[in-house]
């Protein structure tokens, strides 16, 4: 199925490309298929075969976690038979994914939109077509980066972003309408107002002499932003880095029996600050990066004097492309947009400081801010050696229907009992001048070692905020009584 959605090239040209820029690529590119194919397998729930034409259903933690927060088979069950729908189209999800230019961004943009359109009718399934407008794109993106990982919860929550949008203007024909004109890339499904807007530029690669192209393909935006925070940027630097992609082209190059002796990764920004910014954030790699103006090139070579005649080749051939009106302020609004949805805390004066919630959770020597698939938690560092480390998390989503703390309280039991967890206290207490819930309970998720979980809930304005513990009950016996101080030590400020 893979292979069906992936250029033919794909995982040859991913694997020469991590091995140089020091990512975990395995021995070969087949090494790193199998990584990829592991790492998917871990978040799915049950997927739609088109070359089998059946689906598939998986005994997996993923969906009995997916089962008990919607309470219900049916989301599930929809997503999948819309692929099966979506198959049945004239020319179905072989024609769909081929008819493309067979790049890694071309691929990736009909990805989301696949599976945007299966997440947008899945809710209209369960909860009715208003319903779509209610949803809370950013919880359940949280949702698809924990369960199935950073690049597929990029791929999903891309693409719900996209298709409910495209809902809330023109209902389900404007979503079906993404089938027949697809997003020509990455770029304009994470950033819908860019569509048809900021068009990518056609960018070449200049011939080397003595080297033969072998392969090509474009990263695009989505790809780059998944790259960069496997070099170890934040989520949000890594988006804002992103956000300025105007196009790019990656070649392998061989040397009569020699395979893959050279990469170079030419990329164009809309500005020159974008192109800076991105050139920044790959220099410190040992490989030759050259900025000029809004085009970057990337070249990776063993052989010195190699690397200097594709340097030289580049210099020669590196035209400026005329910057299209609109795209600087597109890229602009795009990154304010960002600053928004992504806005991350900081660590100030002792405390886990997450200002836009009115939130402020002690940090205790040890204890330490993390991405975990793109999601912040605070870690205990030392309890990480025992393969679990306890964590802390922040979380906000919509308010909804909920009317006061009783619903929340309700809510919350009806969760947790569809999770299967022990509830031991979920009350109403204060904290200070507001009130929240306090909660205790325990048990497994899905096919996770019994956890115990500490947590308060409140309302702010249109949002109910969370603050959760989270530690295995070994470690529970052990050090629960931190984890207790460390929750009442949690500060609450309302607007």
Request: hydrophobic share 45%; aromatic share 6%; charged share 25%.
């Amino acid at each position: 199925q893979q292979e069906l959605f992936l250029p033919a090239n794909a995982f040859l040209l991913q694997y020469e490309l991590f091995r140089r820029l020091g990512l975990p690529a395995g021995r070969s590119p087949a090494a790193l298929r199998q990584q990829t194919l592991a790492g998917i397998a871990r978040g799915l729930s049950a997927f739609y075969d088109p070359i089998r034409k059946v689906f598939v259903l998986l005994p997996s933690a993923t969906r009995e976690i997916s089962e008990a927060l919607a309470g219900s088979q049916l989301p599930l069950f929809t997503h999948e038979l819309v692929h099966a729908h979506q198959d049945a189209r004239e020319g179905g999800l072989r024609a769909f994914f081929g008819a493309a230019d067979r790049t890694l961004d071309t691929t990736l943009a009909r990805r989301c939109i696949i599976e945007g359109e299966a997440e947008l009718v899945a809710v209209v399934a369960l909860r009715g077509e208003e319903a779509a407008a209610k949803t809370d794109l950013a919880a359940a993106g949280t949702l698809d980066r924990l369960l199935g990982g950073a690049m597929t919860g990029l791929i999903y929550e891309s693409g719900r972003r996209l298709a409910f949008q495209r809902h809330r203007e023109g209902g389900l024909d404007a979503v079906r309408a993404l089938w027949r004109q697809a997003p020509t890339s990455t770029e304009q499904v994470l950033h819908p107002g860019k569509c048809g807007i900021d068009l990518p530029v056609a960018v070449a690669v200049p011939d080397v002499p003595g080297l033969t192209p072998a392969h090509a393909t474009t990263l695009g935006e989505l790809m780059i932003v998944d790259l960069l925070r496997q070099l170890g940027n934040d989520r949000l630097a890594a988006s804002l880095a992103a956000a300025g992609w105007d196009g790019d082209r990656l070649v392998s190059f061989d040397r009569g029996d020699e395979a893959a002796v050279a990469l170079v990764w030419r990329s164009v920004w809309d500005r020159a600050e974008d192109a800076e910014d991105f050139a920044a954030r790959l220099t410190a790699r040992d490989r030759l990066v050259v900025c000029v103006g809004r085009v970057v090139d990337w070249i990776a070579a063993e052989d010195g004097e190699l690397r200097a005649a594709i340097t030289q080749a580049c210099a020669a051939a590196r035209p400026q492309p005329a910057a299209a009106d609109g795209d600087a302020a597109s890229t602009a609004a795009a990154e304010a947009e960002l600053r928004v949805a992504l806005a991350t805390s900081r660590a100030e004066g002792g405390f886990w400081r997450h200002e836009a919630l009115g939130v402020e959770v002690p940090m205790p020597d040890g204890w330490e801010i993390k991405e975990l698939n793109g999601v912040e938690m605070l870690i205990d560092s030392a309890s990480a050696k025992t393969g679990f480390a306890m964590n802390l998390n922040v979380m906000a989503q919509p308010r909804g229907e909920i009317a006061d703390l009783e619903a929340m309280v309700a809510q919350s039991r009806d969760q947790f009992e569809r999770l299967e967890l022990t509830v031991d206290a979920l009350e109403i207490t204060r904290r200070g001048d507001v009130d929240v819930i306090a909660g205790e309970y325990h048990g497994r998720i899905g096919r996770s070692p019994r956890l115990h979980f500490l947590t308060l809930g409140w309302l702010r304005g249109e949002q109910q905020v969370w603050v959760t513990a989270t530690a295995t009950e070994t470690l529970w016996r052990r050090h629960g009584d931190v984890l207790r101080e460390h929750m009442a030590g949690v500060r609450i400020t309302m607007p």
